[in-house]
């Protein structure tokens, strides 16, 4: 069953790390927020004996994590291209009119966001002023830059800035935090989400987004660390994945969007219609667009992206506004209020595949 490979032990208290070491086990990370580890176990007799032990509830892999797959529709390529969407006159994205119906009274400020994923691009002209920090929990020495492009295009529609140039993002005074947990090519590890979760929560964060694809089964120890910032008061908002099918059969929701206590999200065209990608399923909380979306990208461009990752970043953007009109609002009752201002779509009523319906400001 095990390798050689790091694995998570969960225990009823407090982690036995005497105990693990005493077997030869490497201790690799230890939880600030549950007691739980990740040690690296010499052969699987030593697994066998820690079995043994009354105390742990938990022993399993440390599983590899990836972004779901995504569309990229169009990138603007060339150096001369970026400049010339900078040179021009700023675009609102329809994505973007679409969710904030309008009102631009709000603007997110002061309120934290922590995008999980492969880094954000750290001078990016439309995203420069908006980022306020970050952690690069794949190589800690280095800053939490983006070389893939994706953590970049979300950042963007969470908080591309107003500033007459390139796009702008639904809170545009939003402050932003790169928090890298997947490396260039969109992949990384459970333990990897984990620490990226958890300095979140060190950190204070308001919101935490993760466009992250796991499976189906839920890992024990993830779901304890979504559950403990959601009880700290922070909102954890997840892409529901892109293995759905074109007639919606199934529960394809992936984790960690499965957890209950994070925000599932569906994605929508331009048409209001689920994307035929968009993973279905009773996880589903509410639906954004996620089809053509047009945000920031790596080395200072520009791309259009499809997929559930896009329509997650709406709704954190989103909840950045209402966190700033609602300050005081428990997880429970802004999720409430999210839910209670979408608009339903076919068929009537909440659904396994757009939840509440598309998400409004």
């Given at each position: 069953m095990f390798g050689k490979q790091p694995l998570t032990l969960i225990y009823r208290s407090f982690p036995k790390l005497d105990r693990i070491r005493a077997f030869g086990g490497k201790i690799m990370y230890v939880s600030k927020y549950s007691p739980t580890v990740i040690a690296s176990l010499s052969n699987k007799k030593v697994i066998e004996r820690l079995k043994k032990d009354p105390d742990l509830l938990y022993i399993g892999q440390n599983h590899r994590l990836q972004l779901p797959f995504y569309r990229i529709e169009r990138v603007t390529t060339s150096q001369r291209n970026s400049q010339k969407m900078l040179a021009s006159k700023q675009v609102i994205p329809w994505n973007i009119l679409r969710v904030i119906n309008g009102k631009r009274s709000l603007t997110g400020r002061?309120?934290?966001?922590?995008?999980?994923?492969?880094?954000?691009?750290?001078?990016?002209?439309?995203?420069?002023?908006?980022?306020?920090?970050?952690?690069?929990?794949?190589?800690?020495?280095?800053?939490?830059?983006?070389?893939?492009?994706?953590?970049?295009?979300?950042?963007?529609v969470i908080g591309a800035i107003n500033n007459s140039i390139g796009v702008v993002g639904i809170a545009p005074k939003v402050s932003l935090y790169?928090?890298?947990?997947?490396?260039?090519?969109?992949?990384?590890?459970?333990?990897?989400?984990?620490?990226?979760?958890?300095?979140?929560?060190?950190?204070?964060?308001h919101i935490l987004n993760i466009s992250i694809s796991g499976g189906k089964n839920i890992p024990p120890a993830l779901s304890r660390v979504v559950n403990e910032a959601?009880?700290?008061?922070?909102?954890?908002?997840?892409?529901?994945?892109?293995?759905g099918t074109p007639s919606g059969q199934g529960d394809t929701v992936e984790i960690p969007a499965r957890i209950p206590s994070a925000i599932a999200v569906a994605a929508l065209d331009r048409n209001n219609k689920r994307g035929n990608y968009s993973a279905t399923g009773p996880s589903i909380d509410i639906a954004a667009p996620g089809t053509e979306i047009l945000s920031t990208y790596s080395q200072k461009r520009y791309a259009t992206l499809t997929g559930t990752s896009m329509a997650a970043a709406h709704v954190s953007g989103v909840l950045a506004l209402m966190r700033q009109a609602y300050p005081h609002l428990s997880v429970k009752k802004m999720k409430s209020l999210l839910q209670s201002r979408a608009i339903d779509l076919p068929p009537k009523g909440f659904d396994r595949y757009t939840g509440a319906g598309l998400v409004q400001l």
């Open positions: 002061s309120v934290r966001v922590g995008v999980i994923d492969t880094g954000i691009d750290l001078t990016h002209p439309d995203l420069v002023a908006n980022i306020k920090g970050g952690v690069n929990i794949v190589t800690p020495s280095q800053p939490p830059k983006d070389v893939n492009g994706h953590g970049t295009h979300i950042a963007g790169a928090i890298k947990v997947l490396n260039s090519q969109g992949s990384g590890s459970l333990t990897d989400l984990i620490k990226g979760i958890e300095w979140g929560i060190a950190n204070r964060m959601t009880k700290r008061g922070i909102f954890v908002v997840a892409a529901a994945g892109n293995s």
